[in-house]
């Protein structure tokens, strides 16, 4: 089977960094998604990781060891609006096709 | 851009009813996903399709079933409604990509 472990809540000062971290165990491994949601709103896709290392995409990076099954979503000059949660999610192959597992979720919240 | 749109915000059954969810994607997307989504618990997958006609299980399937006859279409069924399926149902579709595109969500209360 597989599962993902994410911290339930993080707290951060607006202006500042975060890191919100992501482990994971699966029978086969095919990358690390995150995902954004505000309360009320749709999950949004963030990034997604398929090899080792950091990928950028303006205040928000995000990082994978394959060895460690272990990645992180890195928050810069965090912003009120960045208050929601943040998904980890990782590609399980099944007979026939693909599917995306979640982890339970990190809440975020930036406080003034 | 892609337009996931599910038919209700929100829907009150009462415990027995058949509930129909239904979802339509705008993109000729090849993959469409039920999820359900419960405080604490994330996001779990009920069940997906990767082709017309075609479907497999989640992880959580139990009490539930799905079609999809159009491609842009996919509908996730509860045969008799039960207290324990009150949750929040979240509708997606993909490419053969990691990137899913989310519906708005329908947050059914089963009395």
């Known amino acids: 089977g597989q599962s993902l472990e994410q911290p339930s809540e993080v707290t951060a000062v607006e202006g500042a960094i975060v890191q919100i971290n992501c482990t994971y165990q699966?029978?086969?491994?095919?990358?690390l998604s995150w995902y954004q949601q505000h309360d009320g709103g749709a999950p949004t896709f963030l990034s997604y990781?398929?090899?080792?290392g950091l990928e950028e995409t303006g205040r928000f990076s995000s990082f994978l060891s394959r060895s460690d099954s272990y990645g992180y979503l890195l928050l810069q000059e965090l912003q009120m609006k960045d208050s929601a949660s943040y998904f980890c999610?990782?590609?399980?192959?099944?007979?026939?096709?693909?599917?995306?597992?979640f982890g339970s979720g990190t809440r975020l919240l930036v406080r003034p | 851009d892609v337009k996931v749109t599910q038919s209700s915000r929100y829907l009150v059954k009462r415990t027995g009813e058949k509930v129909f969810l239904e979802c339509v994607q705008d993109?000729?997307?090849?993959?469409m996903f039920w999820y359900r989504q419960d405080p604490g618990l994330g996001l779990r997958l009920i069940y997906f399709?990767?082709?017309?006609?075609?479907?497999e299980k989640g992880d959580i399937p139990e009490g539930y079933s799905v079609s999809r006859e159009k491609k842009e279409r996919f509908s996730l069924i509860l045969e008799s409604a039960s207290t324990n399926q009150t949750s929040m149902y979240l509708c997606?579709?993909?490419?053969?990509?990691?990137?899913?595109?989310f519906g708005s969500g329908t947050q059914l209360s089963v009395l």
């Open positions: 699966t029978s086969g491994f095919y990358g």
């Open positions: 997606a579709s993909s490419f053969a990509s990691e990137k899913l595109f």
């Open positions: 399709s990767y082709d017309v006609k075609m479907k």
């Open positions: 993109m000729d997307h090849e993959n």
């Open positions: 990781n398929a090899l080792d």
């Open positions: 999610a990782v590609r399980d192959r099944t007979d026939s096709s693909y599917k995306l597992i």
